[in-house]
């Protein structure tokens, strides 16, 4: 047994782990590009941006040099009665390519702690306000927004948050709308937003990514939007996942009409190189703030918040990915899943191919149903890492979401080995 694996079992307890004996961590060394160079000597191909985040590759040069050169000049500063050049250019950037409804950025440190940043400034809106009634709130069923208690509470209530589900406050679910069920999700909805006690909506717009890559269409996002909006019910969209780029656009709110009050974003925000959070919120949220009363304040803030390597880090993504060789990288790789799809949507294996942007997912036909847990589960993560791939597939889901620096070529060798799964359960 190496010595790493020793030191990694002896001192290290990894996220969503199964802590069961001989499990063995890989030993990643250097990541360049779309590629892991692991410690037994293999380059394995990232088709899932490592957990999401990844917008140009590993250790991309610009941003490399963005962190080292802020590391050099300031590298961490207290952000309350203190404030830097890196977190006004990002906040100023951030608000360029968001809608034009959206005003101030909050900064915080990561998605969830972006999402728990929303919900009480939502909630404490409506304190301010002294409007007491407004203490309920609407979420899908399934939806992801974090592992934190805020986020937990409106998010999925499965196997994940069952040992915290005595400590989960309220929420109003409701199943994500498709096109057998829309009439009744509008309905519901309706009913409980129209009796004006509802603080927040909150969603994963167009793509609900931890549930499996479920997708809903914008029409009906942009119907639920309108209606709580006329009823001043504050409209969240967790775009921890989907900004930057991954849905085609820059946000996936970029395909509807009706834009919603607050944005939270992580994960692509620094190109995936540093930890950052943003809640994004409009004028109206942050007037019911201003106030001589120290009661109106909003106490929240984190040591990191705004932290200017972060931000910096932030600022060099963001150049690149509105570079106009990102963008046709973006078109690209849309295309290409879109031809992919063409084939996979007559696989016998395959059920519910879809493709949004940069994100290819499709089910694979089990009898079980499709769940996170799906015993599938363990057969397709080896199956692609022996093959030098790392794809995460959720359950019996698989899907592809790569750096946007992946060749045309690497990106089918994903296919062909998706493929080649795909055939073997014929
Ligand atoms: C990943 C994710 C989060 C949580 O972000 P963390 O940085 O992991 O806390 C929240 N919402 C969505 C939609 C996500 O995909």
């Known amino acids: 047994m190496s010595d790493w694996i020793k030191r ?51 250790s991309h040069p610009a941003i490399a040099k963005a962190v080292a050169e802020q590391a050099l000049n300031l590298e961490h500063v207290i952000f309350a009665g203190f404030t830097h050049e890196p977190a006004i250019t990002l906040a ?33 809106y409506w304190y301010n ?14 939806a992801y927004h974090g592992d934190t208690f805020g986020a937990m509470s409106v998010g999925d209530r499965g196997p994940f948050s069952a040992p915290f589900s005595p400590f989960l406050f309220d929420v109003e679910f409701l199943p994500m709308p498709t096109e057998e069920n829309k009439q009744e999700v509008v309905d519901q909805f309706q009913h409980l937003v129209a009796a004006n006690e509802v603080a927040a909506f909150i969603f994963e717009p167009l793509i609900l990514g931890s549930a499996g890559m479920k997708m809903y269409t914008a029409e009906i996002l942009d119907e639920l939007i309108q209606f709580a909006q006329a009823h001043e019910t504050i409209c969240i969209a967790d775009e921890v996942f989907t900004g930057f780029g991954r849905t085609g656009k ?83 790789i849309n295309q290409l899943h879109l031809e992919f799809y063409e084939l996979l949507k007559l696989h016998k294996a395959v059920e519910n191919c879809r493709v949004l942007g940069t994100i290819l997912a499709l089910d694979i036909k089990t009898k079980e149903v499709t769940s996170y847990v799906n015993e599938v ?38 296919y062909k080995e998706v493929l080649g799964l795909l055939d073997s359960f014929q």
């Open 250 to 332: 820059y946000f996936a709110s970029d395909y509807l009409a009706h834009k919603p009050d607050i944005f939270c974003l992580s994960k692509g925000l620094t190109g995936g190189a540093m930890a950052l959070g943003v809640t994004s919120c409009t004028e109206k949220i942050m007037d019911a703030y201003k106030s001589a009363d120290i009661m109106k304040t909003f106490f929240h803030g984190h040591s990191f918040t705004a932290n200017p390597i972060a931000c910096a880090a932030a600022n060099a993504s963001f150049h690149l990915l509105k570079s106009s060789d990102t963008q046709e990288k973006i078109s690209k």
């Open 129 to 142: 306000k002294g409007q007491q009634k407004r203490t309920k709130v609407i979420a899908f069923e399934g």
């Open 8 to 58: 990694d079992e002896q001192s290290i307890w990894h996220p969503f782990t199964q802590l069961v004996n001989g499990f063995e961590h890989i030993m990643v060394e250097k990541a360049e590009g779309a590629y892991l160079y692991t410690s037994d000597g293999r380059k394995i191909l990232d088709a899932i941006s490592s957990w999401w985040v990844n917008l140009h590759g590993h």
């Open 92 to 124: 100023e950037n951030l608000l360029s390519i968001l809608p034009p409804n959206q005003s101030k950025i909050f900064y915080s440190d990561n998605g969830s702690t972006a999402n728990e940043v929303a919900l009480k400034m939502a909630f404490q």
């Open 377 to 414: 589960r363990h057969k397709l993560y080896p199956y692609f890492l022996e093959r030098n791939i790392l794809l995460r597939p959720l359950g019996n889901v698989i899907y592809i979401l790569p750096p946007y620096i992946i060749t045309e070529k690497e990106l089918k060798r994903v």
